[in-house]
């Protein structure tokens, strides 16, 4: 008998299902929320209530593209951690009820395990043990990874996350949210030389950015007293040069990482590692440090439930089983 997984993914503000058979993804679909781009951000009691509206139509839709039906799961998947808590709630509480109404085992997945496991979903896929940079608007993490189930963060940062040193950035640029993308985008048409900002001096393994978020803001403050249109009439090369600090900064803990253990297999996961100069720094570091890079693709770079469906499999092969006593955590610890 085939072993399908429905897996359920709701951390924050993108409703994802996606369906498993031995091993391999059959659906992934994800319901974004547009209401948050008024806002400048997520707001945690519409992402919760659209997660409502959200996740039964997607959970159907995942089924069908899979061609399996309810009576043939073999268990259910969700995030348990971390995330907004209201969102978590929502997913928490629909795998639990399919679940019990279909006698089948629940999984619970920590989201950021799940990221890392994204390198698995196609080949080729990394050897153990391997280094990820992961990297999203909540989290900056270097992971030691032994095995698919054992993981141990060597370095993380001590403040904000890359993912918000760029959204915080293009808001003070007046770019609309989702601000990271948008950065990106402006930078591949820039100078990332033009302008310099500072480096933190952080000791070990562990990331700093905000002190960096400060400088660009004195940066911009300081040019826009002198001219009212300075961030209009430099804007990409102002966004290649942010983007181009961001990704020193995590590319050269990286490469220190890299050094101290030895190791050679490097990969990047979460939704940063969509970045196109971070996936382009990676293969220069790589290449300089002879490494074997692995990078997800797009569609697995950012909060989808392909990617917490492939972390189900390997916990449902290793009997790692979540009771319905399972709650969702905002903050748990990797």
Not at 59 to 71: I, T, Y
Not at 86 to 114: D, E, R, T, Y
Not at 159 to 171: C, H, P, R
Not at 222 to 234: K, N, T, W
Request: hydrophobic share 45%; aromatic share 8%; with cysteine.
């Amino acid at each position: 008998m085939p072993v399908n997984i429905l897996a359920i993914e709701s951390s924050c503000d993108e409703t994802s299902a996606a369906v498993l058979t031995d091993g391999r993804i059959r659906s992934n679909f994800i319901a974004n929320q547009t209401v948050h781009e008024q806002y400048g951000g997520v707001v945690p009691e519409l992402a919760s209530r659209a997660h409502q509206e959200n996740i039964v139509p997607v959970v159907d839709m995942a089924l069908k593209k899979a061609g399996v039906e309810r009576s043939a799961l073999s268990a259910i998947a969700f995030t348990q951690s971390p995330g907004l808590i209201g969102s978590l709630l929502v997913g928490n509480c629909f795998a639990k009820a399919m679940a019990l109404a279909l006698n089948i085992p629940l999984i619970a997945v920590h989201h950021m395990q799940a990221h890392v496991l994204a390198n698995f979903i196609e080949d080729p896929k990394p050897l153990f043990p391997f280094l990820c940079l992961t990297v999203s608007g909540g989290h900056t993490q270097i992971v030691l990874c032994e095995s698919p189930l054992s993981m141990k963060v060597i370095g993380e940062t001590l403040d904000d996350a890359a993912g918000e040193a760029f959204d915080k950035s293009a808001k003070l640029l007046g770019l609309p949210y989702p601000g990271g993308p948008l950065i990106d985008k402006y930078a591949q048409e820039g100078n990332p030389a033009r302008f310099k900002f500072p480096e933190p001096q952080i000791p070990g393994l562990n990331f700093s950015f905000s002190g960096l978020k400060t400088a660009i803001l004195y940066f911009l403050q300081e040019h826009r007293q002198q001219d009212p249109a300075f961030v209009q009439q430099h804007l990409a090369d102002i966004c290649a040069s942010v983007q181009e600090r961001i990704v020193s900064i995590l590319m050269r803990k990286l490469e220190k990482a890299a050094r101290e253990t030895g190791i050679r297999q490097v990969a990047i996961a979460g939704g940063v590692s969509a970045n196109s100069g971070l996936r382009k720094a990676l293969q220069q570091y790589g290449e300089k440090n002879g490494w074997q890079c692995y990078i997800p693709k797009f569609e697995y770079c950012t909060d989808n439930a392909a990617m917490i469906a492939i972390t189900a499999w390997y916990k449902y092969q290793a009997g790692e089983f979540a009771g319905l006593d399972a709650v969702p955590s905002a903050r748990a610890v990797f």
